[in-house]
């Protein structure tokens, strides 16, 4: 999730679990501590300028369930050990320090980007992606329970109010769940007659709302695209076929930025060739025709691929999803769809 989420659900929760005599400490506390995993970009800046690895070890190692809980107790031991607020409560503090961290990777899941919760094993990282990176109706909770709880201080009604944040904020994920769930139903009813019921396919929210998804269902020779309005569209869903040089990229496997993509993202990918260049973009993020990452990764020269030295990455144009144009479209399709009653 975006920063500012995940900034709050840090301080709501580290604010709940400390004494009331804390609050005001804990909120920012827990602020630094909801952002502390993702600062792993500036390490993997400073070792690398590899695209293609600074997009798949963000969210790796400091997004680990197996690591957080051991820098959360090395935190609290040490600030226990300087006889400040940790000492004078340390069980309350344990766990303010402890759920802010743990459920940082938890939230991300919740995206569609990629979260390596069980690092270091060879697993696929998590992408439940129910709901968008960003999305207000998420976040306004935690954010008016944050406010009211420094405004309130150490008054019970405080930790009342950042109570009824984390709940509604939860809940709002869990619909983000159902939601998807009715999309991938849908999507498997109008699947298994094309003869598609096991192709690979993920369904993710679209931007800002989870009122609308998009599936992607990978297909020998390519994909199909497809959307629904979740409380809106009844019946089959439409699809529409792209192509994809699926021959090309199952050539060149072997190629270490090629091989580490199709793990990261399960080999979600478009793969073309432009400019003797084949570009492999991530269907996971964007839509038709731009999506938010895009790589070079190989050279055709005198008929033979070669591996680029270092992959590059490719800006798409401004029409992609989270453009004007793109984010229009897609409230458009949102209301004209709840107004008409119509499927699409």
């Known amino acids: 999730m975006d920063s500012l989420s995940q900034l709050l659900l840090g ?8 004494p009331a005599r804390h609050r ?6 827990g602020a630094a501590l909801g952002t502390l995993p993702d600062l792993d970009g500036l390490v993997i800046s400073a070792l690398t300028q590899d695209p293609v690895l600074l997009m798949t070890w963000h969210r790796g ?16 031991w040490g600030f226990k050990r300087l006889k400040g607020r940790v000492a004078e409560a340390p069980r309350a503090w344990f766990w303010a320090i402890f759920l802010p961290l743990f459920t940082h990777p938890l939230l991300d899941a919740f995206t569609a980007y990629g979260t390596q919760l069980l690092w270091p094993l060879p697993v696929h990282p998590a992408m439940w992606s129910s709901v968008f990176i960003i999305d207000p109706l998420y976040t306004v909770w935690l954010l008016l329970a944050c ?5 309130l201080a150490a008054r019970p009604l405080a930790r009342q109010l ?9 809940s709002y994920l869990t619909w983000s769940l159902a939601a998807k769930a009715m999309v991938d139903r849908a999507a498997q009813a109008t699947l298994a007659p094309m003869g598609l019921a096991d192709a690979p396919r993920f369904s993710v929210a679209q931007p800002f709302t989870t009122l609308l998804y998009r599936v992607v269902v990978m297909t020998p020779d390519g994909y199909l695209t497809g959307d629904r309005a979740v409380l809106v569209d ?10 994809s040089d699926v021959a090309t990229l199952q050539q060149l496997q072997d190629i270490p930025a090629v091989h580490r993509l199709t793990w990261f993202n399960r080999g ?7 400019h003797d260049q084949l570009i492999l973009s991530d269907l996971r993020m964007g839509m038709e025709p731009d999506y938010s990452f895009n790589f070079a990764v190989a050279r055709q020269e005198q008929g033979q691929w070669q591996a680029l030295n270092m992959p590059e990455r490719l800006r798409p144009e401004a029409t992609g999803a989270l453009s004007r ?3 229009t479209r897609i409230w458009h399709q949102v209301w004209q769809r709840a107004l008409q009653g119509s499927t699409p």
């Open 11 to 18: 301080s709501a929760l580290s604010a709940t679990a400390a």
């Open 24 to 29: 005001r400490a804990a909120l920012l506390a």
């Open 61 to 76: 190692p400091s997004h680990s369930l197996f690591l957080l809980p051991l820098l959360a107790w090395a935190l609290w």
């Open 147 to 151: 406010v009211a709880a420094w405004s």
């Open 162 to 170: 950042l109570m009824v944040g984390l709940l509604v904020s939860s």
């Open 234 to 243: 009844k019946g089959p869903m439409q699809f529409q076929t792209h192509s």
């Open 268 to 274: 979600y990918m478009r793969a073309r060739v432009q």
């Open 325 to 327: 144009d793109g984010i």
